[in-house]
């Protein structure tokens, strides 16, 4: 846990504790929705059913990319810090090697989250920053990010 912890006055933290409220029934929605979907029955025509087994292998094939090593704090760094050139992510993102990053960041540009900005010099400029779809998962992640830093005791009310 980073020390010391963020305090919020009591209206910040109560705003972000509504958030996060609002955001579970949000969720809860959406998973009732899917819910509903998944029971599907085979009609004798053929027709392509959505059951359980369909929902988590569609959810595991869309988190996939959260799943590698160094991804989630490479996408959260650019969320959080804004456009950023490759040794200025190294040294943010602690003990990440030239080469995992350079890998990581490739992967990420070919995934879409991220796009590779050159300006011609001299000297030549590369930054990385997020895409449109790489900013909406932080920002549809950053109500998690919330919970978890307060749960940990990162954010505390002042």
Known sequence: MPEPPMI???DEFKEIQN???TTEEIGSK???LFRNNS???LFSTGDKIHDISWEVEAAVEALDVFASRWTIEIL???YIAGERRFNELRRLLVGISSRTLSDKLTSLRESGFIDRIVVDG???KV???LTEHGARSGRLLSTLVAYM???NGSVTKG
């Open 8 to 10: 919020l006055n009591s």
């Open 127 to 129: 930054t990385y920053n």
């Open 30 to 32: 959406v998973r009732e």
């Open 76 to 78: 959260a760094t650019l």
């Open 149 to 151: 830093k307060l749960e």
């Open 122 to 124: 001299p000297p030549v």
């Open 19 to 21: 958030a996060i409220n």
């Open 39 to 41: 029971n599907e029955v």
